[in-house]
């Protein structure tokens, strides 16, 4: 079974405005990563936020980690139409260091 | 620098044919990964290897073999292509497990099996 889940399933929003993700994981983890992909292509590396920490950003991202609700959001500010890609979250559990899991997806549109 | 790289890109295959789909590296990492990828899945690993030599059961392992005879290669191999192996497979690489290390992906192999 996976260990996240995103929510939405399915985005869409007008260039300009942000875009926020979630993601819900069920066991402890070390780290939670959140992954883009652009249709037809293999995925990218976006952000990491370790189990000690509760926010992160990286220039237009900002990612925040609840470790008591066990959940993930990614927020996308000023969205641009390149940005429209599916973005996946992903954690490596306490327990099992070497196995990534990854929950089943968000589809970002950004209408220009 | 290529990066991690796949082939073959795209396959089509009669149900009961064999074949192998190569991964390759050139970054040294230790750890590769195989991945397949369905509609409203998300990723979900198929087997693993922590270094030249060995390999892993994940979570979807049935069906499929794998090798890691050299540090830069990973093969997936299907003996026996079956319809419900038709996905995009996803070969990505590490430098180890630890916390905090990016993996790296490919672009992507489609494969068909009718």
């Known amino acids: 079974s996976q260990q996240g889940e995103e929510d939405p399933q399915a985005l869409s929003i007008q260039e300009g405005e942000n875009a926020t993700m979630n993601c819900s994981y069920k066991?402890?983890?070390?780290?939670l990563q959140w992954y883009r992909q652009n249709s037809g292509r293999g995925l990218v590396h976006l952000i990491l936020?370790?189990?000690?920490?509760r926010e992160k950003h990286s220039g237009r991202l900002r990612v925040t980690l609840d470790t008591s609700k066990k959940s993930s959001s990614l927020l996308i500010t000023a969205s641009r139409a390149a940005d429209t890609a599916s973005y996946f979250c992903?954690?490596?559990?306490?327990?099992?260091?070497?196995?990534?899991?990854f929950g089943s997806g968000t589809q970002l549109t950004v209408l220009p | 620098n290529a990066g991690v790289t796949q082939t073959p890109k795209f396959r089509v295959l009669k149900t009961g044919q064999s074949m192998t789909l190569l991964c390759a590296q050139d970054?040294?990492?230790?750890?590769m990964y195989w991945y397949r990828q369905d509609p409203g899945m998300g990723l979900r690993l198929i087997h693993y290897?922590?270094?030249?030599?060995?390999?892993a059961k994940g979570e979807v392992p049935d069906g499929y073999n794998v090798s890691r005879l050299k540090k830069q290669n990973f093969l997936l191999g299907l003996e026996s292509a079956a319809p419900s192996q038709t996905s995009v497979y996803f070969c990505?690489?590490?430098?180890?497990?630890?916390?905090?290390?990016?993996?790296?992906f490919g672009e992507g192999s489609w494969l068909t099996v009718v």
């Open positions: 990505a690489s590490s430098i180890d497990s630890r916390s905090g290390n990016t993996i790296y």
């Open positions: 066991t402890s983890i070390n780290n």
């Open positions: 936020i370790r189990s000690n920490e």
């Open positions: 992903a954690s490596i559990s306490s327990g099992s260091a070497r196995q990534l899991t």
């Open positions: 970054m040294n990492h230790e750890y």
């Open positions: 290897s922590v270094g030249e030599g060995t390999t």
